[in-house]
């Protein structure tokens, strides 16, 4: 028996009032990228799973008043997005300085200034300061590692690192301990990333940090470029997508 | 407020010098001036917060300490971790260091004398304080003042050149240097050598007229006894960017020599005092407080044996004729010796610009850590600095000791100005002219108050004046 073939039609969608053809289980976040809809992004990682974690993708949807990630919804028939509403531009510049508030990021010292998806998100919805206060958690670096090091003051918890891993490596080194405020990115059994039997040195953690949280020993500052794209390639030729 | 009292002068904050200061006059009963301190009442932590980063990062993270020397920060730290790394950065790097090093010390030396120490020779001490001041200068003397100004930015596009920033640098690096330099940039950086020279005449000049015309008050002013540390290079010439110490006793003895600066804690010992955060250091051998010595440009020059450029090596000749055979102690000096280190600095600048290395493409050496501590000085503008790192084994920094040029000076600056406060100030009738000398004192040692307590910013001065009470007689405050 053939299976039943997926559903052909197009769906049409309408974004910031023009209409566009989707296919089905297409996010939003995958037709605004196919016609150049600029949506900032955070823990989208092309090639690896979806996890909606940073909520900077969020989108309005005629008929919903919650707001919702463009990178983890689906398409619908007849949907009406709004992706540059004010409420939408109040909304990211908030979560960005939420994130920058939670932690220690000083750009001026950071190996990832001026190639930091942090920062150039903040340049680009004019965060010109934070208006709440920094929380100045006691993070530490872990050096340990012979070729890298994790500096978890710098680190936004969006798990890219945990998931390529684990997706694309295969390792697993990474992953995520605590709730909230309190998570942190653990190597193995929350141990030291130079002890760890799993981790491979494969450096691609390093590649998708959005920020100058993973970085290469060598690095110092502003030298540290990440190449996330590696990993889209990577699973591209793999015929894998997200 | 008793009158005719024991009083207490503070002025707070000094003006025309970097960071924040209060000086404090304590008069006796009869107006005369018994005691004076000099506190610093900032402190930053930097030694505290730099402990738990990576070694790798301090060439970056410490020239924030301060505005006017970053990069001797950054080259202390970077040699600091490349003796933890147990590497040495290749020629081209080195060259490159040396060169921006220099392009600093200019821009630093020339912010000193034509902006904020010019005006008092130029205006004389007791004129109006509301233009006795760079704006000032440049209304009375505009040729002049824009000559400083250009020769500022001569040293502060060397920075630009090598490293693509003017002030807090990028690209000094345990190993060497993050990228190498064009040839556009190093024709630019030649192409303002000989105004460079020029205008560095003109300061001396101008420092020379000033004291013939008043050699009494030069001569007098602040001169007091001290032993003498810096870097010296092989064969005892001045050196500014790497080499050994040296020091020398108040009658011009050499009492150590090329001393690993590495080991600074075997010849140095840092005294907390209650008024200040700044400490106390001391030479070693000599105890406390017969082992006060100061740094900076005096220190250098009286302890140079010679000078490697032509030019400045003539400076220095009069230099030493000025010492009769002996230290030349008068604190008002500070002002011939650091424009004579100027002239040396563009003549090294045209020297290493001339060099073939300086375009090399190998500027960097990799390396990991291979020992726990590392220490790293050099030359700031003000005089010798220390970083002294420590680390786990992953090369988190466990331990961070910095000293700082200004912070050596501190004996220095107290008894300056209280030698100038007791030549100068009537506590019976307080004239600005008289506080201005006092602040001029600490002027002298161009100190940047702010990378002492390892604070950022520049703030105004203040000189308050307290009886033996304790009771505020009067407060000077102006912005600086
Ligand atoms: S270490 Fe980097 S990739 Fe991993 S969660 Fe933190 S910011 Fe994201
Ligand atoms: S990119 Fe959509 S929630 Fe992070």
């Given at each position: 028996?053939?299976?039943?073939?997926?559903?052909?039609?197009?769906?049409?969608?309408?974004?910031?009032?023009?209409?566009?053809?989707?296919?089905?289980?297409?996010?939003?976040?995958?037709?605004?990228?196919?016609?150049?809809?600029?949506?900032?992004?955070?823990?989208?990682?092309?090639?690896?799973?979806?996890?909606?974690?940073?909520?900077?993708?969020?989108?309005?949807?005629?008929?919903?008043?919650?707001?919702?990630?463009?990178?983890?919804?689906?398409?619908?028939?007849?949907?009406?997005?709004?992706?540059?509403?004010?409420?939408?531009?109040?909304?990211?510049?908030?979560?960005?300085?939420?994130?920058?508030?939670?932690?220690?990021?000083?750009?001026?010292?950071?190996?990832?200034?001026?190639?930091?998806?942090?920062?150039?998100?903040?340049?680009?919805?004019?965060?010109?300061?934070?208006?709440?206060?920094?929380?100045?958690?006691?993070?530490?670096?872990?050096?340990?590692?012979?070729?890298?090091?994790?500096?978890?003051?710098?680190?936004?918890?969006?798990?890219?690192?945990?998931?390529?891993?684990?997706?694309?490596?295969?390792?697993?080194?990474?992953?995520?301990?605590?709730?909230?405020?309190?998570?942190?990115?653990?190597?193995?059994?929350?141990?030291?990333?130079?002890?760890?039997?799993?981790?491979?040195?494969?450096?691609?953690?390093?590649?998708?940090?959005?920020?100058?949280?993973?970085?290469?020993?060598?690095?110092?500052?502003?030298?540290?470029?990440?190449?996330?794209?590696?990993?889209?390639?990577?699973?591209?030729?793999?015929?894998?997508?997200? | 407020?008793?009158?005719?009292?024991?009083?207490?002068?503070?002025?707070?904050?000094?003006?025309?010098?970097?960071?924040?200061?209060?000086?404090?006059?304590?008069?006796?009963?009869?107006?005369?001036?018994?005691?004076?301190?000099?506190?610093?009442?900032?402190?930053?932590?930097?030694?505290?917060?730099?402990?738990?980063?990576?070694f790798?990062?301090?060439?970056?993270?410490?020239?924030?300490?301060?505005?006017?020397?970053?990069?001797?920060?950054?080259?202390?730290?970077a040699k600091a971790g490349e003796m933890i790394m147990r590497i040495s950065?290749?020629?081209?790097?080195?060259?490159?260091?040396?060169?921006?090093?220099?392009?600093?010390?200019?821009?630093?030396?020339?912010?000193?004398?034509?902006?904020?120490?010019?005006?008092?020779?130029?205006?004389?001490?007791?004129?109006?304080?509301?233009?006795?001041?760079?704006?000032?200068?440049?209304?009375?003397?505009?040729?002049?003042?824009?000559?400083?100004?250009?020769?500022?930015?001569?040293?502060?596009?060397?920075?630009?050149?090598?490293?693509?920033?003017?002030?807090?640098?990028?690209?000094?690096?345990a190993?060497?240097?993050?990228?190498?330099?064009?040839?556009?940039?190093?024709?630019?950086?030649?192409?303002?050598?000989?105004?460079?020279?020029?205008?560095?005449?003109?300061?001396?000049?101008?420092?020379?007229?000033?004291?013939?015309?008043?050699?009494?008050?030069?001569?007098?002013?602040?001169?007091?006894?001290?032993?003498?540390?810096?870097?010296?290079?092989?064969?005892?010439?001045?050196?500014?960017?790497?080499?050994?110490?040296?020091?020398?006793?108040?009658?011009?003895?050499?009492?150590?020599?090329?001393?690993?600066?590495a080991?600074?804690?075997?010849?140095?010992?840092?005294?907390?005092?209650?008024?200040?955060?700044?400490?106390?250091?001391?030479?070693?051998?000599?105890?406390?407080?017969?082992?006060?010595?100061?740094?900076?440009?005096?220190?250098?020059?009286?302890?140079?044996?010679?000078?490697?450029?032509?030019?400045?090596?003539?400076?220095?000749?009069?230099?030493?004729?000025?010492?009769?055979?002996?230290?030349?102690?008068?604190?008002?000096?500070?002002?011939?010796?650091?424009?004579?280190?100027?002239?040396?600095?563009?003549?090294?600048?045209?020297?290493?610009?001339?060099?073939?290395?300086?375009?090399?493409?190998?500027?960097?050496?990799?390396?990991?850590?291979n020992q726990?501590e590392g220490v790293g000085?050099?030359?700031?503008?003000?005089?010798?600095?220390?970083?002294h790192y420590?680390?786990?084994?992953?090369?988190?920094?466990?331990?961070?000791?910095?000293?700082?040029?200004?912070?050596?000076?501190?004996?220095?600056?107290?008894?300056?100005?209280?030698?100038?406060?007791?030549?100068?100030?009537?506590?019976?009738?307080?004239?600005?002219?008289?506080?201005?000398?006092?602040?001029?004192?600490?002027?002298?040692?161009?100190?940047?108050?702010?990378?002492?307590?390892?604070?950022?910013?520049?703030?105004?001065?203040?000189?308050?004046?307290?009886?033996?009470?304790?009771?505020?007689?009067?407060?000077?405050?102006?912005?600086?």
């Open positions: 028996m053939t299976p039943l073939a997926a559903p052909t039609t197009t769906i049409l969608v309408t974004i910031d009032e023009k209409t566009y053809s989707a296919d089905p289980g297409e996010t939003i976040l995958d037709v605004c990228k196919r016609e150049g809809i600029n949506i900032p992004t955070l823990c989208f990682l092309e090639g690896v799973s979806t996890v909606g974690a940073c909520r900077l993708c969020l989108i309005e949807i005629e008929g919903t008043r919650k707001l919702l990630p463009a990178c983890a919804t689906v398409v619908a028939p007849f949907q009406k997005v709004k992706t540059n509403s004010d409420r939408l531009k109040k909304n990211r510049r908030m979560t960005l300085e939420l994130l920058f508030s939670e932690r220690n990021h000083i750009c001026s010292v950071c190996v990832a200034n001026y190639n930091c998806r942090l920062q150039d998100l903040a340049h680009e919805v004019g965060m010109d300061h934070v208006r709440f206060p920094y929380l100045f958690p006691d993070c530490n670096v872990d050096g340990t590692n012979k070729i890298y090091n994790i500096d978890h003051n710098r680190c936004i918890m969006c798990t890219k690192c945990v998931r390529t891993c684990d997706e694309v490596e295969g390792a697993h080194t990474w992953d995520v301990r605590g709730r909230g405020f309190e998570s942190r990115i653990i190597a193995d059994f929350d141990e030291a990333w130079g002890t760890s039997p799993t981790c491979t040195l494969c450096g691609k953690c390093v590649s998708v940090c959005p920020t100058g949280a993973l970085w290469h020993k060598q690095s110092v500052q502003n030298n540290m470029k990440k190449s996330p794209e590696m990993v889209s390639e990577l699973t591209a030729k793999r015929g894998r997508k997200g | 407020m008793a009158e005719g009292l024991g009083k207490k002068i503070v002025i707070n904050p000094v003006t025309r010098i970097e960071g924040h200061a209060k000086i404090s006059l304590f008069l006796n009963e009869t107006g005369g001036v018994k005691d004076a301190q000099f506190h610093v009442d900032e402190f930053r932590g930097f030694e505290k917060f730099c402990e738990g980063r990576m790798t990062e301090m060439p970056v993270i410490t020239p924030r300490i301060c505005g006017i020397c970053p990069v001797s920060h950054s080259v202390a730290s950065p290749p020629p081209g790097g080195d060259r490159l260091r040396r060169l921006i090093h220099l392009g600093q010390t200019i821009s630093s030396h020339a912010l000193s004398f034509f902006h904020l120490s010019s005006p008092d020779m130029l205006m004389g001490w007791d004129s109006d304080p509301a233009s006795r001041n760079i704006v000032g200068l440049a209304e009375k003397f505009p040729d002049l003042a824009k000559r400083g100004i250009r020769l500022r930015k001569f040293g502060q596009d060397i920075s630009l050149h090598v490293t693509g920033k003017k002030i807090h640098t990028y690209g000094i690096v190993g060497g240097m993050q990228s190498p330099i064009t040839e556009e940039g190093r024709k630019a950086m030649l192409d303002g050598v000989a105004e460079a020279i020029e205008t560095t005449k003109m300061g001396l000049d101008i420092f020379k007229k000033y004291r013939d015309a008043n050699l009494k008050e030069v001569d007098s002013f602040a001169n007091f006894e001290t032993l003498y540390m810096g870097t010296v290079g092989p064969e005892g010439e001045l050196e500014l960017y790497d080499g050994k110490l040296r020091f020398m006793d108040a009658g011009g003895k050499i009492v150590g020599d090329q001393l690993d600066p080991k600074y804690l075997d010849y140095i010992v840092e005294r907390p005092v209650s008024f200040s955060y700044l400490k106390y250091p001391y030479y070693k051998p000599l105890g406390y407080p017969n082992g006060f010595y100061r740094v900076g440009p005096l220190a250098r020059l009286n302890m140079a044996s010679k000078i490697k450029t032509q030019l400045a090596q003539a400076y220095l000749t009069e230099f030493k004729q000025m010492g009769n055979g002996r230290p030349v102690h008068g604190t008002f000096y500070y002002h011939f010796a650091r424009l004579i280190e100027m002239l040396m600095a563009i003549e090294q600048v045209k020297a290493l610009l001339d060099d073939p290395n300086i375009l090399s493409k190998e500027v960097f050496a990799k390396g990991f850590r726990s000085s050099s030359e700031a503008p003000r005089g010798t600095l220390f970083h420590t680390t786990d084994e992953s090369g988190v920094l466990t331990k961070v000791n910095l000293l700082i040029a200004t912070g050596q000076n501190n004996p220095g600056m107290n008894r300056s100005v209280l030698e100038v406060a007791k030549q100068y100030v009537d506590g019976n009738n307080l004239k600005e002219g008289m506080l201005n000398r006092v602040e001029a004192a600490i002027r002298c040692y161009d100190p940047c108050l702010s990378c002492s307590t390892h604070a950022i910013g520049s703030m105004p001065l203040s000189i308050e004046v307290l009886d033996h009470e304790g009771q505020l007689v009067r407060v000077v405050k102006r912005n600086g």
